[in-house]
C-alpha cells in the first residue's frame, strides 16, 4: 500500500490550500482514510478522518476550516484547508487503516496521542504565514 502526499506550501493567513493523498496497492472496500499533521517541536495529532461509509471526524481546532473530500475513482483524498492559521503550520501526513477495525481506528484519529494507523504517507510540509 502507498501513500503519497502532495499539494503543501506556503500560503498566508486566511488563505487556502488543498492537499492530496493519492493511494494505490489495496483493493479494500472498508477503509478508514485520514490526516494527521506534526509541527516542530510538537507530537503528531490527527486532524480529519473520513471511513468507507462516508463518515467524517474533524478534531476541534479545524473543525469548520477543514474538509475530507474523496475521489474514489481517482482513489485520492484531499485536505481541503480554509482560513488558514499560523498555527496550522506542520507537516501534514496522510494514513491509512484497512480492513477490520477500521471504524473504530477512524473514531479515534482525533484522540490525543492516537496513532495506531496502518500505513502513512511521508508527508507534505503546509506553512502558514501571519
Known amino acids: 500500500v502507498q501513500l503519497v502526499e502532495s499539494g503543501g506550501g506556503s500560503v498566508q493567513a486566511g488563505g487556502s490550500l488543498r492537499l492530496s493523498c493519492a493511494a494505490s496497492?489495496?483493493?479494500?472496500?472498508?477503509?478508514?482514510l485520514a490526516w494527521f499533521r506534526q509541527a516542530p517541536g510538537k507530537e503528531r495529532e490527527g486532524v480529519a478522518s473520513?471511513?468507507?461509509?462516508?463518515?467524517?471526524l474533524y478534531a476541534e481546532p479545524v473543525k469548520g476550516r477543514f474538509s475530507v473530500p474523496e475521489d474514489n475513482d481517482k482513489n485520492t483524498l484531499y485536505l481541503q484547508m480554509n482560513s488558514l492559521k499560523p498555527e496550522d503550520t506542520a507537516n501534514y501526513y496522510c494514513a491509512a487503516a484497512l480492513g477490520f477495525g477500521y471504524v473504530e481506528q477512524c473514531r479515534l484519529v482525533t484522540a490525543e496521542n492516537y496513532d495506531d494507523m496502518d500505513y502513512w504517507g511521508k508527508g507534505t510540509p503546509v506553512t502558514v504565514s501571519s
Open positions: 473520513i471511513d468507507s461509509n462516508g463518515s467524517t
Open positions: 496497492g489495496y483493493t479494500y472496500t472498508s477503509y478508514c
